[in-house]
């Protein structure tokens, strides 16, 4: 199982990103899939989440209305739109797939994000 961030880089106050995250090796479909983010000496927080069907989401309070997560089943990609960004967005961002019977779930390897003038 992979699953592979991009997206991330160098975005300016009030700017926007949009993170990918492409999955292989799994049945994608049977995956809830939430993205979550580690600023330095912070804990990882849940930023997202998308139901395996995509019909449900939920987000973190510090995000709603800001950031849209939103998946192709067909591509096997979630994605995170982020806009209005803020200097406390910046954190390295990971994509998390869990099993929506098992449990069982893999991480990706997580792409920078960092808002700056």
């Not at 926007?16 to 979550?36: E, K, N, P, Q, V």
């Not at 987000?59 to 800001?66: E, N, T």
Request: net charge positive.
């Amino acid at each position: 199982v992979q699953l592979v961030e991009s997206g991330g880089g160098l975005v300016q106050p009030g700017g926007s990103l949009r993170l990918s995250c492409a999955a292989s090796g799994l049945t994608f479909s049977s995956y809830t899939m939430r993205w979550y983010r580690q600023a330095p000496g912070k804990e990882r927080e849940l930023v997202a989440r998308i139901s395996s069907s995509g019909g449900s989401t939920l987000y973190a309070d510090s995000m709603k209305g800001r950031f849209t997560i939103s998946r192709d089943n067909a591509k096997n990609t979630v994605y995170l739109q982020m806009n209005s960004l803020k200097p406390e967005d910046t954190a390295v961002y990971y994509c998390n797939a869990q099993h929506v019977l098992l449990g069982r779930d893999y991480w990706g390897q997580g792409t920078q994000v960092t808002v700056s003038s």
